[in-house]
């Protein structure tokens, strides 16, 4: 957003400009709406043109696959999300799509938020020319992608709504960031993420959370993104505190959770955990939901009463977060942290507001660092 004066008939009046942001078409949610997908699929379909379901590697060989609706020449193509995602990767998927089938009807992704993004970026380059790496960055990408669904089997990242992918390219790690990035449609069917296990469950759990307590405090923050964030605040807690056994109302909560973070966060931005958290992705390949935790542990100084309640989440969950992770690195790869980390401005304005260059130092980010 930003204010500008602007002058009419001798008067000084302030206009604002406010973000006009797209958002995600159609959305089914319900438990079970996973078995609607043919019927969803049907109206998109374009002659023999396949649909392409992009599924993450784990549930290759499980029971979810023979669910998809394959018609024609439709095909299921296992992502391998081991590491996040990066423009080569989405650049191959693209391309071997193209040479196989020229085009296609859509791209289904579903998985975590690793799939998603990889569904979003492919989707993308079926039409835009040249590599993935040419779009990193804001309002880059010319052209609409093709059809593209998410359906989430991790809840927690918001990437089902967010109108962007995270990609790690040859010289930065950066979302496509567009108004054709974002889902035509999202299917959340909470039985999805029932088998999620409780570490992985809780870390990506964790980055819905932690988006809440950096957008809710930062200097960004309005009405439209406090609502959202105050009501996937609640149900992360409702989720993560408490000590109850795990029930399918959890399971229903966490996606509501993750999709009310999400739209929290399109009007509003994360803050020092991401930034930090970054920067370790980067050097180390630190996956985003345990790196997140992994700074959030330390970093009581900026949110007191967020760490406070995580580390209850920690305790009562029982989850383990790793210490140490930067202890024997050198000088240049503190180095390369800190510049990957400084570089998300926006981040650290939200967080620290307009003098935060004055705050948040290289030598106080180096500090940090070295506690993780
Ligand atoms: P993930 O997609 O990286 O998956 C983590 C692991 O869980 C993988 O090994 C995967 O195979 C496995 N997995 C997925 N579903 C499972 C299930 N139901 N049961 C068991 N295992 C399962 O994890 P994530 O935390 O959902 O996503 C992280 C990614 O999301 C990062 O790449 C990050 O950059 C991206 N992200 C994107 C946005 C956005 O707005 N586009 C926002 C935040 C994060
Ligand atoms: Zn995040």
Not at 204 to 229: R, V
Not at 308 to 336: H, T
Request: one cysteine or more; glycine letters at 10%.
């Amino acid at each position: 957003m930003c204010a500008f004066i602007s002058h009419f008939r001798g008067l000084n009046y302030q206009i604002m400009k406010f973000r006009n942001f797209k958002m995600v078409s159609y959305v089914v949610y319900g438990r079970g709406s996973f078995n609607q997908l043919d019927e969803i699929l049907a109206l998109q379909r374009k002659g023999d043109a396949p649909m392409i379901f992009l599924v993450d590697h784990f549930f290759e060989g499980k029971a979810l696959p023979n669910r998809i609706p394959l018609r024609g020449m439709d095909k299921i193509i296992y992502a391998d999300v081991t590491h996040e995602p990066k423009t080569k990767q989405v650049d191959a998927l693209a391309l071997a799509l193209k040479e196989e089938f020229g085009t296609v009807s859509g791209i289904i992704g579903i998985g975590g938020g690793s799939t998603m993004d990889l569904a979003k970026a492919v989707s993308l380059m079926m039409t835009n020319p040249g590599s993935s790496a040419d779009y990193q960055g804001w309002d880059l990408v010319q052209q609409a992608g093709v059809y593209k669904v998410g359906i989430p089997t991790l809840s927690g990242t918001g990437a089902e709504v967010s109108r962007t992918t995270v990609l790690t390219g040859p010289v930065r790690k950066l979302g496509m960031n567009s108004d054709f990035t974002t889902f035509d449609q999202i299917v959340l069917d909470p039985e999805l993420i029932k088998y999620a296990p409780t570490n992985q469950r809780f870390y990506t759990g964790m980055d819905c959370y932690i988006h809440c307590i950096e957008s809710l405090q930062g200097t960004y923050l309005n009405e439209f993104s406090k609502s959202y964030g105050d009501k996937a605040l609640q149900l992360c807690r409702d989720v993560f505190l408490g000590n109850k056994q795990w029930t399918e109302e959890h399971d229903e909560k966490l996606m509501m959770a993750s999709y009310a973070g999400g739209m929290s966060i399109a009007y509003s931005q994360v803050g020092v955990a991401h930034a930090v958290s970054y920067g370790l992705s980067y050097l180390l390949g630190t996956k985003h939901g345990i790196g997140n935790c992994i700074v959030m542990n330390h970093i009581e100084e900026y949110y007191p009463e967020g760490v406070a309640e995580f580390k209850r989440m920690v305790a009562e969950n029982n989850i383990d977060i790793p210490q140490g992770i930067c202890s024997g690195l050198s000088e240049e790869e503190f180095e390369k942290m800190i510049n990957v980390s400084i570089g998300m401005k926006p981040l650290w304005e939200n967080a620290l507001g307009k003098d935060w260059e004055q705050i948040m130092t290289r030598e106080k980010l180096r500090a940090l660092y070295e506690k993780l």
